[in-house]
């Protein structure tokens, strides 16, 4: 069987890294193809949407597990209706990276914005002045939160300059927690049983209404 990862490019390091852990662990008889998308389409929802119906209907795949966030359109119940896919729980890639608690178990903080290393890494690629992002467009999407709480993962290396750039354009103070991938992994091995139990087989072209 042949299944596809297909979603927001925020979850490549990770999900590189997950599908190895698989194959180095025989954990499943089956191929694994990825399709990322890029980050930046997340600030124009009409984009967005083309994006993924048009990613949709040229993959090659039995099955496909769908990796956006719940909450990343709010319409993806609407056009996805048309395709079968296992989709995860979470309302952001956030939740779906470590779910809805912190690592130590306590609530998130609604007024505290919660980062991966990835995020980090990737952030000027959500915040690009070429789709109508600037400098004063990044401080007012951050101007809600009272701080910043980096979850280290571990799954790639960033330095003081890399959280003090970022401070410069939130202006928002940065805290750093230790964490690890051990949900996402969980949530994978989870997507990926559900698509090996199911005998529908994916539909590349969305049917017609």
């Given at each position: 069987m042949k299944i596809c990862f297909l979603g927001c490019g925020i979850f490549q390091l990770e999900l590189e890294k997950i599908i190895a852990e698989f194959e180095q662990e025989k954990l499943f008889d089956c191929e694994f193809s990825v399709v990322y998308l890029p980050l930046r389409v997340h600030v124009d929802l009409k984009k967005l949407q083309e994006k993924v119906v048009q990613a949709l209907d040229t993959v090659q795949a039995d099955r496909v597990i769908f990796m956006f966030g719940e909450k990343c359109h709010s319409l993806f119940d609407e056009f996805l209706r048309g395709y079968d896919l296992i989709r995860l729980k979470?309302?952001?890639?956030?939740?779906?990276?470590?779910?809805?608690?912190?690592?130590d178990g306590q609530k998130r903080d609604p007024k505290t914005f919660y980062m991966?290393?990835?995020?980090?890494?990737?952030?000027?690629?959500f915040f690009d002045?070429?789709?109508g992002?600037?400098?004063?467009?990044?401080?007012?999407?951050f101007a809600f939160y009272d701080n910043i709480v980096l979850v280290d993962t571990g799954i790639c290396?960033?330095?003081?300059?890399?959280?003090?750039?970022?401070?410069e354009h939130t202006q928002v103070?940065?805290?750093?927690?230790?964490?690890?991938?051990?949900?996402f992994k969980n949530s994978m091995i989870e997507a990926v049983r559900e698509a090996l139990a199911t005998e529908t087989t994916f539909v590349g072209k969305r049917p017609a209404d």
């Open positions: 979470g309302s952001s890639c956030w939740e779906i990276f470590l779910g809805e608690l912190l690592p991966t290393p990835s995020w980090l890494k990737k952030w000027r690629e002045p070429g789709w992002v600037d400098e004063v467009g990044m401080r007012q999407a290396e960033y330095t003081d300059e890399d959280i003090l750039e970022f401070f103070p940065i805290e750093i927690e230790t964490g690890d991938l051990t949900f």
